[in-house]
């Protein structure tokens, strides 16, 4: 294997590298593209009102099976209204839950990957310590911004198929050519969201492809400049890593979490529920709508649970 810093996807993003852009001490990457004006015309995409939830449910019947460190969500009880009454009558119950942050529907945060020691906007790996967490780059820094004009690029449907095949790479000429089919334009500022239709075998796990594994369709490295050039705020999709699983590049690991998170400074959006947008689109014969995405602010983390909405 040639050495690390050999490796293609470091000149990629090389290239694109949006450093020093939005100024040295930016912590929020291309999440500044979002702005009072793209809010302003995403919310006169909202027509019918009607919400598509995108979002996995938190509970035990996650998809996680233990795989480097990832849980499903413990959920347990602190309080229970049969523990006592006020003297008034009044009774409650409260609640608990233990989870990895990464378990989930969730933002991957500009602190979550790196390469060669460093993280977006050459901030050192070392903000991100064992005791405080991401003191630079954290989740809690973007999430409450990623409010936007959303776009699906119904990568399946192109294709014919209710799932791309596990390891299937979707290209910057796929992301094209779902544009181009369903007439929709992706702009700056946007939130694209991307459907592999992997998420079936989340829904249903008696189709007996386990979804999250090593093997998953999902973005190629061409896709990277396809996203600057377009100035992309955030890209999500339904499918575990957003990318292709494993990489093209034979050793690379993540290269388009590299590119995107540490060379770009785009949070990623991973598992999201793609599956009634896409139908819902296709009857309305339209593929953008207003997107929240606004994510926990948990205080130092890498990443955030998130309940994303679709409001058509
Ligand atoms: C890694 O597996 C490193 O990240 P993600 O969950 O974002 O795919």
């Known amino acids: 294997m040639p050495p690390a810093t050999h ?35 995403a919310s006169r995409l909202i027509r019918t009102g009607r919400i598509v939830d995108l979002g996995m449910p938190f509970g035990d019947e996650g998809p996680q099976t233990g795989a480097n460190g990832r849980f499903n969500p413990i959920h347990r009880m602190t309080q229970l209204p049969t523990d006592g009454a006020t003297p008034s009558g009044q009774i409650v119950s409260d609640d608990m839950v233990v989870m990895p942050l990464q378990c989930a529907t969730q933002w991957d945060s500009l602190a979550h990957v790196g390469y060669d020691g460093l993280l977006y906007n050459a901030t050192p790996a070392s903000v991100v310590t064992a005791t405080a967490g991401a003191s630079r780059n954290s989740a809690d820094q973007v999430v409450g911004r990623l409010i936007g004009r959303g776009v699906l690029l119904d990568i399946a449907r192109l294709k014919g198929v209710p799932s791309l095949g596990a390891s299937e790479e979707i290209t910057a000429g796929d992301l094209d050519a779902a544009a181009r089919t369903q007439g929709v334009e992706v702009r700056s500022g946007d939130i694209l969201l991307v459907r592999t239709g992997w998420y079936r075998y989340f829904l249903d796990p008696s189709l007996g492809v386990p979804y999250v594994s090593d093997a998953v369709p999902g973005l190629g490295v061409s896709c990277c400049e396809w996203l600057h050039e377009r100035q992309v705020a955030a890209v999500a999709a339904d499918n575990q890593a957003v990318e292709v699983k494993p990489s093209v590049e034979p050793g690379a690991g993540l290269p388009v979490h590299m590119v995107l998170i540490r060379d770009l400074g785009m949070t990623l959006g991973e598992m999201f529920d793609l599956e009634e947008l896409s139908e819902v689109c296709a009857s309305e014969g339209r593929w953008d709508f207003f997107f929240s995405g606004l994510g926990l602010k948990i205080s130092r983390s890498v990443g955030s649970p998130v309940s994303p909405l679709a409001i058509m």
Do not use: C, P, V, Y
């Not at 040295?24 to 004006?37: P, S, V, Y």
């Open 7 to 41: 490796h293609a996807f470091k000149a990629l993003g090389r290239r694109l590298s949006n450093w020093g852009r939005w100024g040295e001490d930016d912590q929020l990457g291309t999440a500044n593209l979002l702005t009072d004006e793209t809010r302003r015309a």
